[in-house]
């Protein structure tokens, strides 16, 4: 006997069918014998749709009732997928986070996890039957409810797991697999049998929402066994790896872009110790996660500062910097919330010069203009305007031959 955990997606519950092949999935290996924790998303389209009922009544929703509404996609999962369940002979029981004590910090809309408690869950598995979960929710120690963010039930699939110290994880969803790039956006993109942690991590934290950020970080933190595969189809989809096999890496593994980015300036700030603490201090004090950061040199004593947030606080973060820009005596402020972010990953990347230069010429001759460039080890972003989006990540995926050879 095994104990894994199962997460389907939004689309893999998204109709009364879909959850009905669902469970008989989730009754086939129940009856293996195993003891099965499953996560699921609210149904496609509900988390949206739920956010647009509240943006039609008020542009800025109170952050503690917006996880109030938004919690309740993923409850109206748990209980269909436990009756679909029961009606098929597999005994299940549905937990919201607050009863399952999925315990988080109080940042409402991003909450991120603090703990976790067993015994809710142990009781049901020792009763035999299937823990069918809420993903994306939990409650903070005021007992209010919290959600982790965009993508979240990967991320209490996988917490899930390593506090319950399960077999596997398997994340189920709509495509079989991790893949060189998003396959809806360059359809030749190849799946991968395996990816490493340390690239999956990267390739998450620049946008391939396929898994969020925080479930990588808790599956290396943990070393959770770790799987993506198709709901629909037969497969064995793509394996995060932790141990590095010493085998040669490919110099590129795949090509991650964000549509969520957007980008902010103020010019004209005095060249003095502490402005750079002072721009980035309030934005963070906010909740403002700052990404690419980039600073001119000074010419007549005074720098220009730009740098990256999500779409979603954009107008918040600009309302800050106008408010930092009179502190400091700046000129001006602006911003642009009309930009992509694209990123080459690869660990084989590490050992090879020539590749930020080759990204560059690929997309010079598409006529594709770059606003902002950063680098690491093993990976290179360039922030575009939106509308090259696709042309950059095609033309990309084809100069550094990521398709891979055609099967004959
Ligand atoms: P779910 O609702 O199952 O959580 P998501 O929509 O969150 O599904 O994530 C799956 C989607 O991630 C795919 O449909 C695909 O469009 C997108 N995606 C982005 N990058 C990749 C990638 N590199 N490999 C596979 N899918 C990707
Ligand atoms: N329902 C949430 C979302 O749409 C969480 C998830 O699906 O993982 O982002
Ligand atoms: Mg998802």
């Known amino acids: 006997m095994a104990r894994y955990v199962f997460k389907f997606g939004g689309t893999s519950v998204g109709d009364a069918k879909r959850i009905k092949s669902v469970a008989e999935k989730v009754k086939q290996a129940h009856s293996e014998g195993h003891e099965i924790i499953v996560v699921v998303s609210a149904m496609s389209g509900e988390t949206n749709r739920l956010t647009a009922l509240a943006?039609?009544?008020?542009?800025?929703?109170?952050?503690?009732?917006?996880d109030?509404?938004?919690?309740?996609?993923?409850?109206?999962?748990?209980?269909?997928?436990?009756?679909?369940?029961?009606?098929?002979?597999?005994?299940?029981?549905?937990f919201t986070g607050g009863q399952v004590e999925?315990?988080?910090?109080?940042?409402?809309?991003?909450?991120?996890?603090?703990d976790i408690g067993v015994a809710a869950i142990q009781n049901c598995l020792k009763s035999g039957k299937v823990a069918v979960v809420a993903g994306f929710q939990g409650v903070n120690?005021?007992?209010?409810?919290?959600?982790?963010?965009?993508?979240?039930?990967?991320?209490?699939?996988v917490a899930l797991a390593a506090k319950l110290k399960a077999s596997e994880c398997y994340i189920y969803t709509d495509v079989d697999g991790v893949y060189t790039t998003d396959p809806r956006v360059e359809p030749t993109a190849r799946k991968m049998d395996s990816i490493t942690f340390e690239e999956m991590l990267e390739m998450a934290s620049l946008g391939s929402k396929v898994l969020q950020i925080r479930a990588v970080e808790f599956a290396g933190k943990y070393n959770v066994p770790l799987r993506v595969l198709s709901t629909f189809s037969e497969g064995n989809g793509t394996l995060i790896t932790y141990e590095d096999d010493g085998m040669e890496r490919a110099l590129i593994s795949g090509i991650a872009f964000n549509r969520d980015e957007a980008k902010l300036t103020i010019n004209g700030v005095?060249?003095?110790?502490?402005?750079?603490s002072k721009i980035v201090g309030p934005i963070a004090a906010n909740n403002i996660e700052i990404d690419m950061i980039i600073q001119n040199i000074a010419d007549d004593e005074t720098t220009d500062f730009t740098f990256t947030v999500h779409r979603n606080d954009y107008h918040k973060a600009v309302a800050l910097l106008e408010e930092i820009k009179t502190s400091l005596s700046a000129k001006k402020v602006s911003g642009d919330d009309t930009i992509v972010k694209v990123s080459l990953v690869g660990v084989g990347m590490r050992s090879h010069s020539g590749i930020a230069?080759?990204?560059?010429?690929?997309?010079?001759?598409?006529?594709?203009?770059?606003?902002?460039?950063?680098?690491?080890?093993?990976?290179?972003?360039?922030?575009?305007?939106?509308?090259?989006?696709?042309?950059?990540?095609?033309?990309?995926?084809?100069?550094f031959e990521l398709a891979g050879r055609p099967v004959l």
């Open 270 to 276: 005095p060249d003095l110790p502490g402005v750079a």
């Open 55 to 66: 943006g039609g009544l008020l542009v800025k929703p109170n952050p503690r009732e917006m």
């Open 141 to 157: 120690e005021q007992g209010h409810i919290t959600t982790l963010g965009r993508g979240g039930s990967d991320t209490t699939a």
């Open 68 to 94: 109030v509404l938004l919690s309740t996609g993923e409850q109206v999962t748990i209980a269909l997928l436990s009756m679909a369940l029961g009606a098929l002979g597999c005994p299940a029981e549905s």
């Open 102 to 114: 999925i315990l988080t910090d109080s940042v409402h809309s991003k909450a991120r996890i603090k």
């Open 357 to 399: 230069s080759k990204m560059f010429d690929v997309l010079a001759s598409e006529g594709i203009n770059i606003k902002m460039i950063s680098t690491s080890e093993i990976k290179i972003s360039v922030v575009i305007d939106e509308k090259h989006l696709e042309a950059a990540v095609r033309a990309l995926h084809k100069s």
